[in-house]
């Protein structure tokens, strides 16, 4: 069981939601950060943005540079459990954003930064070939309810705008899209025929419905792509190989890197932060932290220079597929040539030969990547190279970038982070069996495989489980001899031995 | 599709099996490592044992520092694909073992060593409140099916004999057992009732049986047990709390530990390999890397050299619950206290939150501690702290360990290791479909994902699949760039656009 509460900040309509666990044993209840949004959607921003007024440049970069700590920032400082000054100076520094679409007055602010805790995204998105608007706003729903950070809404195919302003409309976290797929469907989806116009028009379209963050692959330039052409994998993002084509069939320089600037003045207008996008990924172990990764991360950080002069928000795009011993190195230069701007990786997956698990490949590959200092990861799903995630896989892969994340945290050393941990394993010492589903990451999951082997009530307080039954268990013997210890450890031998029929005596009959 | 082949050594009776994949493309197939044993069991192993004779030593120690290259030795090496020379030097430095009891002659040979491929071992065994013995030896060919590389018959409660005798005689991988559990059936349950005869007798007996290496927690002295009194999570290991308790009780020394050189003698008669217990690993991430848990190592250091001076194969057992950050600390002190003697460790979990995804949780710490050098990952099942594993849970367990263990083979240069990704990220980028299902861990699970869908057999070779449909596919894109490339960059960009229309010719309808 988990009570939704609210903390409330300086101002009456500052509202702070966090899933609150309470204990059996008379502890204090635990608060969980909650991205679960209102049952109905709420313009809970709507004032704040009105106060400030419309302007040329309404992003939290702006204000931050300028000392001001916004409504926003503080929700986001309160959910972290930091400083308000702190989410400030993050974002002043470009080591974190904020992404707050003015338009998109339903989000709950958070932040994006490797000083606060560790963020997720889940891909949700129809395509030509499979799902319906309602499908993906359901996902959307699941995935925040299982912890979702953040949402991306992929779709290609038809019906892409009216499933965007179903998922806006609906979400309380922030909405990312890639604008380069909507163009291209404009176009009767040929790349060649894509233009600046045509990708401006549907970004000014994409930030009027109120989209909080754009991947731009404006790092692949014409002079990369021959760079990615010896991989095993070729080029596999959808949007690099999209203006890869472009570039090479126009043999000009990318759209995207000419029009940069402009681009940043549109961002200004909404507070649509950048996602830089990796469109050079390895796909493949064998192309990991090769030279087309690294030549467009490098241009990256060009842009990231550019987007800061606008005072637009930025965070930049990762890998993919990287082998463990080479994860490190991309987050180090990522840091160093984009400027301390928030990394933002897909996995990495550390092995190729799992389909159907990446999940954990991947999630393996995102843990370590966060540690060293990603901001946010992109989810993976079981479904990734094999097909469109369903609502199962969509838990699945939240659930994992969960455990991947927070793992980070505690790495990391998160000020609120171990005392989730602490707190269910105290529940797990002292048997506490419904406190320790109830701190789960998924609790209906951890009770029903609890009830597969002792389903009846009585074993909910048992003092023992099914692995070692009751004759066996370690965390009793345990008690006793913290019991024990508590005595004095010169205390006689005897007494243990007098006292210890009690410790094994079983709990129910054998 | 698989097929099972045998590649023959220096003699025709050592016939090595592999897991061929065949492919379509007409390249060379694919040879994986193979674990699922014969159909039917076979002693595989009685004519070299029978050649060496008995002995009071017949540990592969021994041989090895005698300069003697085994048949078990040369099996071992022709399935990493590396010398033989290298496996029998790993050994008689103490870097390596190999299990292979002189009564297992079943058991097809493989070497755990920070040098060759990281291994994975799945526990299973019956309980007193579950499961039967028939169970337990469809568990044992159903881990060793998904790739588990040694087993460990954990039983409680009655039958633990028989279940053993039942394991043994079918299994072709290595076993090992913790022999504490059954000495502790015979005096009834109560550890105060314990003693160096019962002990030694039940390993006798278990020697005799055949099993291949068995866990001794000979580094749980008295004077450690006040150290884990203060721990959130106490002593969760359960031969680890029976001694404890037995110090305690009787406020002496381990008999364990005063015991350790005739344990050696008896080991030294069988080739008993020791898996030195770590019974003060912490149970959560608060108690990680704590002063109980590394007394005991430097203990288990002190018993290796024992055991060496015996030339009894030595390996050590590590945590448990270890954040992220604290993982290469124990890898280390391990290396160092230990003399190099190989690392066997239970994941870590990397954090406590995921009850239900410990597989997950832990899948990270164990690719990454194998990273740092650990040789063998105990597996950690999705069931762990909630219930015994069933099917489902021990292969869930035993994927996410072979994903975790060849991330780490990546990460370590593993000279063979690199050819299965690359081959299975050919076929992916060469859209041959059943090629990268047959190359997968789990070949099932991946062409079912896939079927959900494209179920149509035309999609197993359509040039896309469901994540982009056939427009948008970036797989597609790439290969045209790459001819493009092949072209010289020179070429004219009227070429690409002429030819472009192909690209995107819808395979299938939209």
């Known amino acids: 069981m988990r009570n939704k509460v609210y903390v409330t900040g300086s101002r009456p309509d500052l509202r702070v939601p966090f899933a609150e666990v309470p204990l059996s044993d008379g502890s204090a209840p635990v608060r969980l950060y909650d991205t679960s949004g209102p049952a109905t959607p709420s313009p809970v921003r709507r004032a ?72 997720v995204n889940a891909n949700i998105g129809t395509s030509a070939v499979t799902s319906t608007v309602d499908e993906e706003v359901a996902k959307l729903t699941w995935a925040t309810r299982w912890g979702a950070d953040t949402v991306m809404d992929l779709s290609t195919g038809r019906r892409i705008r009216e499933t965007r302003e179903a998922i806006l409309r609906h979400s309380a976290v922030p909405i990312g899209t890639v604008p380069l797929y909507e163009a291209l469907e404009k176009v009767g989806g040929d790349p060649v025929k894509l233009s600046w116009e045509v990708f401006r028009d549907t970004v000014i379209e994409q930030a009027e419905q109120g989209v909080d963050y ?42 995207l890197y000419t029009h940069f600037a402009e681009l940043c003045e549109i961002f200004a207008r909404y507070d649509v932060s950048f996602s830089l996008g990796d469109g050079l990924r390895p796909g493949s172990v064998a192309d990991a932290n090769d030279a087309a990764q690294f030549a467009e991360l490098r241009t990256l950080g060009e842009l990231t220079s550019i987007a800061w002069e606008h005072d637009v928000q930025v965070m930049i795009e990762g890998p993919g597929h990287v082998p463990m011993h080479k994860i490190k190195e991309n987050v180090d230069l990522q840091q160093e040539w984009c400027h301390e701007a928030p990394f933002y990786t897909l996995g990495p997956l550390t092995t190729d030969i799992a389909p159907a698990y990446d999940h954990i490949t991947s999630a393996i590959g995102a843990a370590m990547i966060a540690m060293y200092g990603t901001a946010m990861l992109c989810y993976v799903t079981p479904k990734e190279h094999l097909g469109l995630p ?81 004759k066996f268990c370690s965390m009793r013997i345990s008690h006793e001899l913290k019991e024990y210890a508590a005595q004095g450890m010169a205390a006689k031998s005897e007494e243990f031995v007098a006292s210890g029929g009690k410790v094994y005596l079983p709990v129910v009959p054998r």
Chains 1, 2 share one sequence.
């Open 214 to 255: 754009m991947t731009v692959h404006a790092g692949v330039r014409l002079a990369h792509v021959p760079l990615a052409a010896e991989r095993i994998t070729g080029i596999v993002s959808r949007g690099g190989s999209i203006m890869a084509a472009w570039c090479l069939a126009h043999h000009e320089e990318s759209f």
């Open 48 to 119: 704040w943005i009105d106060e400030r007024g419309p302007g040329t440049n309404v992003t939290q970069l702006h204000y931050a540079r300028r000392g001001i700590t916004t409504p926003e920032m503080e929700f986001a400082a309160i959910r972290e459990g930091l400083p308000p000054a702190l989410v400030r100076e993050e974002i002043a520094a470009g080591r974190a954003i904020l992404p707050a679409n003015v338009n998109h007055p339903e989000s709950e602010p958070m932040v994006i930064g490797s000083r606060f805790l560790v963020k």
């Open 390 to 470: 369903d609502r199962d896989d969509v838990k699945a892969g939240v659930i994992a970038y969960k455990i991947a994340a927070h793992a980070a945290d505690l790495a990391k050393g998160h000020p609120t982070a171990r005392e989730w941990d602490d707190a269910l394993s105290r529940a797990r010492f002292e048997f506490r069996w419904e406190d320790q589903f109830n701190l789960s990451l998924d609790p209906e999951t951890a009770r029903a495989y609890h009830d597969e082997t002792l389903p009846a009530a009585p074993a909910k307080t048992a003092h023992f489980c099914s692995m070692c039954g009751p």
